[in-house]
């Protein structure tokens, strides 16, 4: 195996990862999927996809990724259920450690996703997916005229807590602490909003509802008094940020000060601002604003379009 070099390895078998294997297969180019800890990244734990084009009445999330992992496998397309444990991107070819196993490629595409941040309680694992989520954009909609809480201090709580006000009859956005890391203007316009209710001081210790699978409210502690109560809510959004997947690479690519691959011109990785050749980024690894499926699938797309025209241009 150390003597056979890949064309292309792609990491993460997300709507980014999967739609860059279909095109990459369809190049005839045999990519290699290394599926990573989230195998079909946070689709997988989506219920109902009402967003993603050609799906009048919605598809399960775990069926879109099953379809395109379908789809690439017709092309050609090999996945393998295993994760990265190191990588050196200044060899020629690029190495990739799966455990004590060398995989040797011309060319790589990240496309390993951001991990939602979670407050690790067993009753909101058990949730997620059945009123517990961490798209506002995604399951908004399905909050109409109920009432839900946000977790978070931050502008991603404010973002979200501010645009579920357009579907929901009553948003109360819990903070652990007394003072907000968000941003003034952020937090005013929260602030002014009717229906939103600040909550601070104050973590969540268990969601209602699992047995159910149906979320039904939230069991708060007070962190200052001690003092438990309960709120009742249909939904629970969780506004603390993600975890881009990109640790592993620090000091061989650029990253931002929160971990994201830094791109330009999309998918284009750079080391030390100088471009790195034959190395791309795709979907919520390289994308803090957005993290949709559809723009996900459309940075996949262009990674693997790159992938072509690099190994076109080296001759292969």
Same mark, same amino acid.
């Given at each position: 195996?150390?003597? #056979?070099? =890949?064309?292309?390895?792609?990491? @993460? ?10 095109? !990459?297969?369809? +190049? ?11 195998? /079909? *990244?946070?689709?997988?734990?989506? %219920? ?11 598809? &399960? ?14 092309? /050609? ?8 444990? @190191? ?11 799966? @455990? ?24 909101? &694992? ?17 909050? +109409? ?7 978070? *201090?931050? $502008?991603? !709580? ?18 652990? @602490? ?20 600040? =909550? ?24 200052? %008094? ?12 969780? /506004? ?11 000091? &061989? ?7 994201? #691959? ?6 284009? %990785? %750079?080391?030390?601002?100088? &471009?790195?050749?034959?190395?791309? +980024?795709?979907? $919520?690894?390289?994308? =803090? ?8 699938? *459309? ?15 080296? /001759?292969?």
């Amino acid at each position: 195996m150390h003597d #056979v070099v =890949r064309n292309t390895v792609i990491l @993460g078998s997300g709507c980014s990862g999967l739609t860059a294997a279909i095109y !990459a297969a369809r +190049a005839n180019l045999k990519p290699l999927v290394l599926e990573g800890h989230e195998p /079909g *990244g946070q689709l997988s734990i989506t %219920t109902l996809v009402e967003n993603f084009p050609g799906w009048p009445d919605g598809i &399960q999330g775990p069926e879109l990724i099953e379809n395109m992992k379908k789809q690439a496998m017709r092309f /050609g397309a090999e996945m393998r259920m295993t994760h990265l444990t @190191g990588a050196d991107l200044l060899k020629s070819p690029f190495e990739l450690h799966i @455990g004590k196993e060398v995989i040797r490629t011309r060319s790589l595409i990240i496309a390993s996703g951001a991990s939602a941040r979670w407050l690790g309680l067993p009753s909101e &694992q058990a949730l997620i997916g059945y009123g517990v989520s961490s798209c506002a954009t995604c399951d908004g909609f399905f909050t +109409a005229g109920k009432e839900i809480a946000v977790i978070g *201090g931050g $502008d991603s !709580a404010m973002e979200e807590a501010l645009f579920l006000t357009r579907f929901a009859a009553k948003v109360t956005l819990i903070h652990r @602490g007394e003072n907000f890391r968000a941003s003034r203007i952020m937090l005013e316009r929260a602030m002014a909003h009717p229906r939103i209710e600040f =909550r601070t001081n104050t973590v969540v210790e268990e969601v209602l509802g699992a047995e159910e699978k149906d979320v039904r409210g939230l069991r708060l502690i007070h962190r200052s %008094t001690g003092q438990r109560s309960e709120l009742s809510v249909k939904f629970m959004f969780l /506004g603390i940020g993600h975890e881009p997947n990109a640790s592993i690479f620090k000091g &061989q690519i650029d990253l931002d000060d929160e971990g994201y #691959v830094k791109t330009e011109h999309n998918v284009f %990785t %750079t080391r030390q601002g100088i &471009q790195l050749h034959g190395v791309y +980024a795709c979907g $919520d690894v390289q994308d =803090r604003r957005y993290r949709q499926a559809i723009t996900a699938a *459309g940075t996949g797309c262009m990674a693997a379009l790159e992938v072509e025209k690099f190994l076109e241009e080296s /001759g292969r």
